[in-house]
């Protein structure tokens, strides 16, 4: 008898500010905690294949945003939740109990190599920051900012997961993490903007 083992899975959604994104909570941790791997299109996510799965799968699917326990989905307008959640959350536990890959051996690379950067004393600052203050409430909405650049007092970040397209990630950015790097590194930071929205 041939029996392929399996992991125990279960999921839960959680809505998010965006209302285009849901975020599916997985029992177990998926990657690297205070990592996230963003697929904006269909192209991009071939360097992950659950995240090419969930675009040939789905036509409605926008973008794949995972991170530590969760992977949040952002549909196309057309599509509504109640018609679609049950199905991508039906797909997700069967493609996570397979234990089938969930990043290509490239993009796992990639990570190892950034991890033993060295990185100027005010971009890990400015990353400690946003780890500690900023990517708990995010996270919680299924999504992430991410360090991208600092330079001539301008930090750039990255919006991911629900973050991106959110309707309220300005207000978030300006009057949420700007006002908190301006406060926590004065002499340094005058400006946040958002990089490749």
């Known amino acids: 008898m041939n029996q392929t083992s399996s992991r125990y899975t279960t999921i839960y959604t959680e809505s998010s500010p965006n209302p285009n994104s849901l975020k599916y909570v997985i029992n177990y ?4 905690e205070g990592t996230t791997f963003d697929f904006p299109d269909a192209e991009l996510a071939q360097r992950s294949p659950l995240a090419a799965e969930l675009f040939a799968k789905f036509d409605f699917v926008e973008r794949v945003f995972m991170m530590s326990n969760f992977v949040t989905v952002t ?4 599509a509504s939740w ?11 536990q069967e493609y996570l109990e397979a234990q089938k890959p969930l990043l290509t051996k490239e993009i796992q690379n990639e990570y190892d190599k950034e991890l033993n950067k060295n990185e100027p004393e005010i971009d890990r600052k400015i990353k400690g920051i946003l780890e500690e203050y ?3 409430a995010v996270e919680s909405d299924g999504g992430a900012i991410n360090f991208h650049s600092y330079e001539n007092g301008t930090v750039k970040v990255l919006l991911q997961g629900s ?5 309220s990630s300005m207000v978030t950015l300006k009057a949420g993490i700007e006002n908190l790097l301006k406060r926590m590194l004065p002499d340094q930071v005058q400006e946040v903007v958002a990089e490749g929205i």
Not at 29 to 32: A, D, E, N, S, Y
Not at 75 to 78: A, I, R, S, T
Not at 163 to 167: A, E, L, Q, T, V
């Open 134 to 136: 900023v990517r708990p």
């Open 163 to 167: 973050c991106s397209g959110c309707p």
């Open 29 to 32: 941790t998926l990657v690297p």
């Open 82 to 92: 109640h018609d679609v959640a049950g199905a991508v959350k039906e797909f997700l």
């Open 75 to 78: 549909k196309q307008e057309v």
